[in-house]
Every structure is written in structure tokens, then in C-alpha cells.
């Protein structure tokens, strides 16, 4: 809508978008020509054998059959809505408004039940899988489930049909005589509160999407195992275990592409409950976001087609059978043509010999998900600084238009200019730093920007302390990174196995990549507290690093497990310091590949949420410009120490178990070291910010006691970067360390240079021959 002469939007003028037409009418409108097309084949190819009618493949042949129609739904009711206002025809808009409450009813219904078709079917899947005493029971009321399923998303989405009704649009006429509004019953408490918020939302959004998640990572797990199984045993597996396989595999994909289809319809139907009114003030990004909402759900439906194709054989038969056989059913071809179709098919299953599996389509996908949502990250980072740079144009002008009206003249302006300078620094809400206040936020969520000064105004009025304290932690940098320098050098020279190079690297990376990170926290203020988050979550990143190097002088996760296991080697998590307090936990631990997994994953959990709550932040300022409630900051700094914390924990264990055998190479003194710089870190910014609220440290004219708390953390952390740095490089000296196989010292290293694959063969005793497992 075009905006008045007063500023507000005319009700009856025409909204015109070409975004949204572009979007909606012909990409969507495509996908759903294409989704009605491949499930009405799927549907018909599924449905025409009795085999498959008594088989889990009528979930999928009734999911086709919801897929096809909530498709061709999509353009009468979604794309219709733009082209009627594209093409601005009275008779069309007023057929549109007659049909599309029942017919937008009728395709919330066949979302919810096609949602509940794929429970169904993963709940099955799964219960094959793990050879599940209730299977018979599932199989045997298949047909009830689904009839209850049906009933289910009457229930749940079917009422939508009273929920709005059409009502005169004030004084408008043509195309815009009618507005729709919500009845009288969305009103009432019990049903617009109750059922249609909390209910309806949990048992078709919520609960769908984290139970199918679940169900499908159990499900990939076995798969894996199975996977594993058969590469070991390839030729003693049967044809009925790969069909299992092959049909497990099938539906894992079309799980994927749910729960990829329906993250952004989540996160919007959490954002509507949080905070309606956020919605309202952004309603332009809520439009965009439930346009791309109806899109994926198209696009999911059409990708059913192609995942059948790749994944399962018997549905790809299936359906080459039936497109086959469509001519002779639609124009009466010969039968003999049918017959040797079918000879040809039943020749073609026979020859098949599946060896091994398709799983790695399923990695593809993940991987095509993970750009995907980094390609969404980038475009809202994209349009967040074309709003403030619009709010900054807006600034301006209304800036101009106060002084004409109150008659400023420009000569005035330069003696005005010095005061509102001073008055900007003071205050801290210069407008000139509004293109970073999504930044800017962040890193002062917890004490404001209003004393916070920028790089010019930091530099121009610090006093002699802060530039003395920021040219000493640039003199720290320094050196820290020339001693890295002389890390590296040693490493890549030294050091034969590429792995083992690139872990090391990383881990003695960290002591310039921190020191550098709170160089630049000093140098630009207002990114203080967003470098010391990234200093953190380097931090944990370095931990799974160390857990990636200890495997990798293993050889690998599965020869470490195995001379673990041959050694009668047990994992403890009774390890410290849960070995006083935690009694509970287990203390005899096979060392499987399971096991061991199962303890990186404990490490790697911490960059991962530590990384999550950064991204949760960036949104939350977004939107609101900070945290307005307390306890979710607290909870953020809780859930952050506890994983911190967890991630030590794991690398205490795993030190543990490893120790024995890698003593040479020093594992359990870098681990001490990494630990020591995290406790450090955490313990020396714990106790200047308890100063600060003693008062021992004050705020003054020019920087908040949040700012120099921070100051003196950064100055004191790129001092202790530097120290065990150099301690490093003389404690883990090539001359004593085993990983540094190349050093002159080493005994072993003539024989390297001589004979490199017997190598291990020459070591002292006490070390163990990782490349003889």
C-alpha cells in the first residue's frame, strides 16, 4: 500500500508487490505444477499392487496423495491472492474471496495429516530398526492409525474454516470492497488462547518437529551401525536386510526434508508467542518469512519424487512399472507391450546386486542444509544494515527539517557543532555509529553504549593508564605472535603425519588468535564483550581440537578403541573432580567407538552452544536491543559455564584413558595447560567484575567500570598468552616431545629418513606402534 499525504495507508488502495509475485505466483506456483505431477505418479504407482497396499508403502502412497493435493491447492488459495491484485480483475478477486476459506481450510488439514503420516511411518521405521516387540501390533492396525491420524488433523486444523469471515472494508469498492477479520469465536478465551494457540501449535508444530528430529538421528544412528556391519559382512548380508536398509534410508531423507522445510515455519510460530508485537513493528520481514514458509512447503513436497528415485529401488520400479503401463490404461496400447515392459522390469530386479548403501545422500543433504542456512544468516545480516541505514537517512532528514522550521542557519551550525559533539560523547548515542549498533549492542548488552566511546573518541581523550595498559598488550601481542611464528616453523619441520601437523597447529594457534582477539577489544571499546565471547569460544573449539589430536596419535578413533579394548582399558567418569561428588556415574566403560564418540560429543557440545547463544543474542538485540529480562541473560551465562565446564570434564576423562599410552608425547601437560588458560581467563574476569561491584573499580567521565574491567581482563590475558607460550616452547621442546618424529634428537629419526614404514618398528619399547594397529 502506497502511503497518504497525513502517513497513513490507505485502506482501499491495491497492495502491489512484485517481490511476492515473483516469489509466490511463479516459483511457487512452479514447484506446485511439479509436486502434483510426481505425487500423483507416486500415488498411483504405490496403490496399484495389493503388495504395496499391506505394506508400510501406504503411508507413503497416502502422503503422495496429501502432497498432490495440498499442491494443486497451492495455486487457487496462495499464488491466486497475488495475481488478483497483479491483474486486477473484479470477478476474480470476488471468485477468490468466495472459495478460499473452505479451500485454505481444507490444505491446513492435508499439511497436519501429511505431517502425521510421516510420524507414522518413522515410528514404523523405527520400530523395524530396533526389532521392536510392538511392531506386529503397528502393522497390524495400520489402517486404524491412519483413519485416527485423519481424524486427528480434522480436529486440530479444520475448525480454521470459522475462524475468519469477510466484512464490508469501510467505504471501498472494486477490489478492495471486502476484508477478512477474525470472528467472534477467536475471541473467546478457551478456543482462541487455549486450543488455538497452546494446543493446535504443540500437536501440529512443536511436538511433530522435535519427536521426528529425535526419531530420526535414533534411526541414523542404527543405520550407521548397520552400515558398518555390512561393509564387514557384505556378501552374508541378505536382500531383505538391504530393502530395509534401502526403505529406512527412504524415509530418513523425507524426515529431512520436513523438519528442513518446517525450521523457519518453528521459529515463526515461536516468534508469534514470545512477542506478538515485535511481529507487528516488523511485519514486512513476518510477511517475507511466511511467503518462503509456503514455498519450502512445495518444494519439500516435490523433492519426494527424486528421493524415492535415489533411495529405493522398489519404488523406482514401481514407478518406471506404472509410467509404463499409463499409456495402455489412458489409450489402449497393446498388451504385448505391456508383458515385455514387464519382462524387462522383472529381468532388471533380478540382476540387481545392491552392495553396500546410498548413505551418503543423506550427508549431501545435511551439507546442502547447512549452506543453505548460511546463505539465510548472510541475507539477514543484509537487510538488518539496509534498515539502520534507512533509519540513518530518516535521522538526518528530520534533523534538517527541525532546524529549518526552528531556523537554524549553517553559520550556526559551527558553533553548535563542538556542544552537540560533546553532548554525543557523553550520552554515547553519536548517529553516526547507528550502522553498528547490532554489534554495538552485543558486545554492551549488560552495561549500555551510553559510556562506551568509539576508536576516535577512545584514543583522542583516554588518559595515561589506558594508553600505557593497551601499548603494553600490543607489545604482548607481538611477541606471542612471533613465537607462534617459531611454533609453526618447528611443527611443519619437524613433525612427519600431516593430521598430527594440522591439530598441533591449531592448538598452538590459539595463544595469538586470543591475545590478538583482546588486542582488538582494546583498541575499538565497544567491541569488548563481543571479543571476549569469541575469545571463549575459541576456547572450547581448542578443546575438541585436543580431543581430534589425541585420536589422531591413535590413528583413528576405531585403532584407538581397539588397543584400548585389548588392554582391558576401562573409561572412568568418575574421573576428577566428579570422583568425589558424583558416585552415580559409571566407572567401568568399555572403550567402543560408541563410547568414545560418546565422550567427543560431550567436548564438542560447547563451541556448538557457545556458538548458538552468540546467534540467539545477535537476534535478541535485533529485535529488542537487548535482553529485557534478566533471567534470560542469567540463564545464558548459566547454560554457558555449565557446557564450559562439561567440555573440561570430557577432555579430563579422555586425558585420562589416553595418558597411559601417550605419555612421551605429553597429552596430559598440553591438556593441563589449555585448562589452565581457561580457568584463568574466567577466574580473572570474575574477580574484576567483583571489584566493580564493590566500587573498587568506579565509573568516571569517560569509561564505565563494565569498560575497564574488561580493559584490564584483555591486558592481563595477552600477558599470560605470552608466558605460557614461551613456556611451551620450552617445556614441550621438540627434544622431548614424541610427535616432533623428525627432530635430530629423536632416536628414531635416522630410521624415518631410511625406512619410513618400519619406523615404529625401531622405537623404545615404552611407546606404543601406532602404525602397526
Avoid at 64 to 90: E, Q, R, T
Avoid at 121 to 140: D, G, P, Q
Avoid at 675 to 693: R, W
Wanted: glycine content about 4%; hydrophobic content about 45%; charged content about 20%.
Amino acid at each position: 500500500m502506497e502511503a497518504n499525504e497525513s502517513g497513513f495507508m490507505d485502506p482501499c488502495q491495491v497492495p502491489a508487490n512484485d517481490r511476492r509475485f515473483y516469489l509466490i505466483a511463479i516459483c511457487g506456483t512452479s514447484f506446485s505444477i511439479v509436486s502434483c505431477l510426481e505425487n500423483v505418479i507416486i500415488c498411483y504407482a504405490l496403490l496399484a499392487k495389493r503388495k504395496h497396499r499391506n505394506s508400510h508403502f501406504l503411508y507413503l502412497a497416502l502422503l503422495a496423495f496429501s502432497d498432490g493435493f495440498l499442491s494443486f491447492c497451492y495455486g487457487p488459495v496462495i499464488a491466486m491472492d497475488i495475481i488478483k491484485n497483479y491483474v486486477k480483475l473484479l470477478w476474480l478477486t470476488r471468485v477468490w474471496w468466495y472459495y478460499v476459506g473452505p479451500m485454505l481450510a481444507l490444505c491446513h488439514v492435508a499439511m497436519a495429516w501429511s505431517c502425521y503420516l510421516i510420524i507414522l511411518a518413522t515410528i514404523e521405521r523405527y520400530l523395524v530398526t530396533t526389532k521392536a516387540h510392538s511392531l506386529n501390533w503397528v502393522r497390524t492396525n495400520r489402517i486404524k492409525l491412519i483413519i485416527c491420524s485423519l481424524i486427528a488433523a480434522l480436529i486440530s486444523k479444520g475448525t480454521f474454516i470459522f475462524e475468519v469471515e469477510l466484512v464490508q472494508n469501510g467505504n471501498c469498492t472494486g477490489l478492495t470492497e471486502f476484508k477478512p477479520t477474525l470472528a467472534a469465536i477467536v475471541h473467546n478465551y478457551f478456543y482462541g488462547t487455549i486450543f488455538k494457540f497452546y494446543i493446535r501449535n504443540l500437536l501440529t508444530v512443536f511436538i511433530p518437529f522435535f519427536l521426528l528430529a529425535y526419531l530420526n538421528a535414533r534411526i541414523l544412528n542404527i543405520l550407521r551401525q548397520q552400515h558398518r556391519s555390512a561393509r564387514m559382512f557384505r556378501f552374508a548380508a541378505s536382500d531383505h536386510k538391504d530393502k530395509v536398509r534401502s526403505a529406512s534410508r527412504t524415509l530418513v531423507l523425507v524426515v529431512f526434508t520436513y523438519l528442513i522445510s518446517n525450521v523457519l515455519n518453528v521459529a515463526v510460530t515461536a516468534w508469534e508467542h514470545i512477542d506478538m508485537d515485535s511481529v507487528e513493528l516488523q511485519w514486512e520481514f513476518y510477511e517475507w518469512c511466511t511467503d518462503i514458509i509456503s514455498v519450502l512447503t512445495v518444494a519439500g513436497c516435490a523433492l519426494r519424487l527424486p528421493i524415492y528415485w535415489m533411495c529405493n529401488e522398489e519404488i523406482r520400479l514401481a514407478v518406471e512399472s506404472a509410467v509404463r503401463r499409463l499409456p495402455s490404461r489412458i489409450w489402449g496400447a497393446p498388451k504385448q507391450l505391456y508383458n515385455q515392459t514387464q519382462r524387462m522390469t522383472r529381468a532388471r530386479k533380478q540382476q540387481h546386486n545392491q552392495i553396500g548403501t546410498e548413505f551418503d545422500t543423506i550427508a549431501v543433504a545435511i551439507a546442502c542444509s547447512v549452506m543453505k542456512q548460511h546463505s539465510r544468516l548472510i541475507e539477514f545480516s543484509n537487510a538488518q544494515s539496509r534498515q539502520v541505514s534507512r533509519q540513518n537517512s530518516k535521522q538526518k532528514d528530520a534533523d534538517s527539517e527541525r532546524r529549518l522550521t526552528i531556523g537554524i542557519d549553517d553559520d550556526d551550525d559551527d558553533d553548535d557543532e563542538e556542544e552537540t559533539k560533546a553532548i554525543k560523547l557523553k550520552s554515547g548515542r553519536s548517529l553516526e555509529n547507528d550502522s553498528s549498533s547490532a554489534m554495538s549492542a552485543l558486545c554492551n548488552d549488560s552495561i549500555g553504549v551510553s559510556l562506551v566511546p568509539t576508536i576516535s573518541d577512545y584514543f583522542n581523550g583516554a588518559g595515561p593508564v589506558i594508553v600505557s595498559l593497551t601499548a603494553l598488550a600490543g607489545f604482548f601481542t607481538l611477541g606471542t605472535i612471533v613465537l607462534f611464528g617459531a611454533h609453526y616453523i618447528a611443527i611443519s619441520k619437524w613433525v612427519t603425519d600431516d593430521e598430527r601437523q594440522a591439530a598441533l597447529i591449531q592448538l598452538a594457534a590459539l595463544f595469538p588468535v586470543t591475545t590478538v582477539l583482546g588486542f582488538i577489544g582494546l583498541c575499538v571499546p565497544r567491541t569488548l564483550t563481543i571479543m571476549k565471547t569469541f575469545v571463549l569460544l575459541f576456547f572450547m573449539r581448542t578443546l575438541f581440537v585436543f580431543a581430534g589430536f589425541v585420536r589422531c596419535l591413535f590413528g583413528g578413533r576405531r585403532k584407538m578403541s581397539q588397543k584400548l579394548l585389548h588392554t582391558s582399558t576401562v573409561i572412568s567418569y568418575q574421573s576428577r573432580p566428579c570422583c568425589c561428588c558424583c558416585r552415580c556415574l559409571p566407572s567401568k566403560v568399555q572403550p567402543t567407538e560408541r563410547n568414545l564418540a560418546l565422550t567427543e560429543w560431550i567436548i564438542l557440545q560447547a563451541p556448538v552452544i557457545r556458538f548458538l547463544l552468540i546467534f540467539l543474542a545477535l537476534i535478541e538485540i535485533s529485535e529488542r536491543g537487548g535482553f529485557q529480562r534478566a533471567w534470560v541473560a542469567q540463564a545464558s551465562n548459566l547454560l554457558t559455564v555449565v557446557s564450559s565446564l562439561l567440555a573440561m570434564y570430557g577432555c579430563t576423562v579422555l586425558t585420562t584413558v589416553a595418558d597411559t599410552y601417550l605419555r612421551e608425547y605429553h597429552v596430559a601437560k598440553t591438556f593441563r595447560l589449555l585448562h589452565l588458560n581457561i580457568i584463568v581467563f574466567q577466574l580473572q574476569g570474575g574477580i574484576f567484575e567483583l571489584l566493580a561491584s564493590f566500587n573498587v573499580i568506579q565509573d568516571d567521565d569517560f569509561l564505565n567500570k563494565q569498560t575497564k574491567t574488561n580493559i584490564y581482563t584483555n591486558v592481563l590475558l595477552s600477558l599470560e598468552m605470552l608466558l605460557i607460550s614461551a613456556y611451551v616452547t620450552i617445556a614441550i621442546h621438540p627434544e622431548k616431545n614424541a610427535t616432533f618424529d623428525r627432530h635430530p634428537t629423536r632416536p628414531d629419526s635416522n630410521a624415518h629418513l631410511q625406512q619410513p614404514a618400519a619406523r615404529s618398528i625401531t622405537m623404545s619399547n615404552k611407546r606404543f606402534a601406532y602404525e602397526s594397529i
